[in-house]
């Protein structure tokens, strides 16, 4: 018997990546696992291996249950229509992990004084709008069941401020991530619901590592910033969403726990 055996979880952002590693987590777990994202086939973009064709194809090879939906979480009515088909096949929604979004994008500056307004509005939409719509679209299935669980997903980078201005976009969408928690968690506590989110640090992500983050350079640059002397694997975050999503945490909501080895520390 697995700990989330019966239950159904949307995992966003989840063709590849940390995403991935989330949906396969939990169907581990026993869950079956929704798959979203806007390219289903999104792991050939980093050449990240998968074990079956699809990632909807690896949770079935755990015996569970598995759909794809490839949607445009920034978009509400389709977010709506996603979850209300998920529930009219599933039977029911227990878990979202909002992981959809990423510091995307090349603007002309980053800076918090002069950042573009197109640019502002792209990243305020795939951070922190598209996990609005999708906690919007499961919280009356949620309450109406009397349970769920929900988390977000905020990033280091909306905990501190890197001392120089740059990122803005992405550091105030990941900040108002962890806001929207605390305050989801305060309106769906009575009816069952635990919101909590997650702020990763440096993880080996396989966009991560297209980008560089494991060359000795990096690697020689932050390291020594790290307490735990390592880099995350996508398994670390993992692991504590299975924290969140199951009963371990039964009395943990409006929270955010950083998962950065120790680089953000408080």
Known sequence: MGKLDGQV???????????????????QLGADVVINDIDLDAAQEYDEALTAE???AEVENFGRRSLGF?????????VFAMVGEVVDKLGRIDILVNNTGGALGRPKSS????????????????????????????????KEA????????SSQAGLWSRWSGAGMA?????????????????????????????????????RGIAGGRNSPETRERLLPQIPLRRLGVPEDCAKVV????????DYVTGQCIPVCGGYVSF
């Not at 002069?114 to 598209?130: P, V």
């Not at 009397?146 to 997903?153: F, T």
């Open 111 to 142: 800076m918090a004084s002069d950042t573009e307004e197109e640019y502002y509005n792209y990243i305020m939409e795939i951070n922190l709008t598209s996990a609005i719509f999708c906690c919007q679209a499961v919280s009356t299935p949620m």
């Open 242 to 249: 299975e924290f969140l999503v199951t009963d371990l945490s």
């Open 70 to 78: 490839e949607v445009d979480v920034t978009q509400r009515d389709a």
């Open 9 to 27: 979880a949307l995992v966003t952002g989840a063709a590849r990546g940390l995403g991935r590693a989330y949906a396969l987590h939990l169907a």
């Open 170 to 206: 992405y550091s105030v969408s990941k900040a108002g991530v962890v806001q929207y928690t605390r305050l989801l968690a305060a309106e769906l506590g009575p009816h069952g619901i635990n919101v909590n989110c997650i702020a990763p640090g440096y993880i080996l992500s396989s």
């Open 54 to 56: 699809t990632v909807m």
């Open 146 to 153: 009397g349970y769920g669980r929900i988390v977000n997903v």
